[in-house]
């Protein structure tokens, strides 16, 4: 059974560009979690989908924005790309109630030059 | 607003000695959970333990344990017969009770090396 998987594993951007992460959650699961994860510090996050709906957001700007399509995977999409959001994005899945059995990703390890 | 706090950047132990790492956190919450996720060079998040605050024993998992204190707002983690593989960037993290909130706020993180 496969875990939550994303796509590229890592990926470099130039500043102001535009660029779309990927996430498949685990089997089973419909909620899908996206936290920003700069070097050398604990994950932060970014928002939260749930029957393709935004549940929750953290404090990022109006450039972070997502999506979850009817499949539960999701998409995060940054726009106008600085240098400081040069980080790894994790992925996190989750049944609805989210007590029980969170699943992270690898990551996809962005560096904006 | 909930903060994790992770005092020690980095720690050191021998292979099968016993290590324990530290973690405070603030909330007004009285309901929460709290967790020990290890992230190995793989990058992927390992859930350790978890221990709902409500639940005054502590929670065990063959060689990992936490020393929750809720009123000093403390919740440490024991690895006992440390191993190699145990070698990863350890986080810790709260949660409020699902329906209220259910992200995840992080500390850190400590790393800890095992040496042979």
């Known amino acids: 059974d496969a875990g939550v998987t994303q796509s590229p594993t890592h990926l470099i951007k130039t500043r102001g560009q535009q660029v779309t992460l990927r996430c498949s959650p685990k089997s089973g699961h419909d909620t899908v979690s996206w936290y920003q994860q700069a070097l050398g510090q604990g994950p932060q996050f970014i928002f939260q989908?749930?029957?393709?709906?935004?549940?929750q957001r953290g404090n990022f700007p109006d450039r972070f924005s997502g999506h979850q399509f009817p499949n539960y995977s999701s998409e995060l999409n940054v726009n106008a790309l600085l240098l400081g959001d040069s980080a790894l994005y994790l992925c996190a899945s989750s049944p609805a109630d989210g007590e029980y059995g969170y699943t992270f990703g690898s990551g996809t390890r962005l560096t904006v030059v | 607003a909930q903060t994790v706090t992770q005092s020690q950047p980095e720690m050191s132990v021998q292979e099968a000695e016993t290590v324990t790492l530290s973690c405070t956190y603030d909330?007004?919450?009285?309901?929460?959970?709290l967790f020990w996720y290890k992230q190995p060079p793989s990058r992927q998040m390992i859930l350790v333990i978890r221990?709902?605050?409500?639940?005054?024993q502590n929670a065990t998992e063959n060689r990992f344990s936490v020393n929750f204190q809720k009123a000093a707002k403390s919740f440490s983690l024991k690895i006992s017969d440390s191993q190699l593989g145990d070698t990863a960037m350890y986080f810790c993290a709260f949660m409020k009770l699902p329906n209220t909130g259910n992200q995840f706020y992080f500390g850190t993180g400590t790393s800890l090396t095992v040496i042979p």
């Open positions: 909330t007004s919450e009285s309901n929460y959970y």
């Open positions: 221990q709902e605050a409500y639940k005054q």
């Open positions: 989908y749930y029957e393709e709906e935004e549940r």
